[in-house]
């Protein structure tokens, strides 16, 4: 059975860095290409960053300099740092992969930037 497991939101200042997590079981992360969603009330999920392959990794404009997405392979973990955290990235961070036609989603962690 596939599982993701999102970890390490939190409450952080403006400014402030916070690293997610997203642990799999039932399957190899290393063999997919992991998606890192957010999803604010009222708004459609969007898609942050991307991991395929080895090192092939996308950023959506709104975070591109300010986060970077990584595998540990021996974890089976993807993480996602976050740096210069400003407000509006306060959401529920998703981590997400399809398999054949199938999508698989963690529960969510949820970042909230605030001084």
């Known amino acids: 059975q596939v599982q993701l497991v999102e970890s390490g939101g939190g409450l952080v200042q403006p400014g402030g860095s916070l690293r997610l997590s997203c642990t799999a079981s039932?399957?190899?992360?290393?063999?997919?290409?992991v998606n890192w969603f957010r999803q604010t009330p009222g708004k459609q999920r969007e898609m942050i960053a991307q991991v395929a392959g080895r090192a092939t990794k996308r950023y959506a404009d709104s975070v591109e300099g300010r986060f970077t997405i990584s595998r540990d392979n021996a974890k089976n973990t993807v993480y996602l740092q976050m740096n210069s955290l400003k407000p509006e990235d306060t959401a529920v961070y998703y981590c997400?992969?399809?398999?054949?036609?199938?999508?698989?989603w963690g529960q969510g962690t949820q970042v909230t930037v605030s001084s």
């Open positions: 039932g399957i190899q992360l290393s063999e997919y290409t």
């Open positions: 997400n992969i399809r398999s054949g036609c199938r999508d698989y």
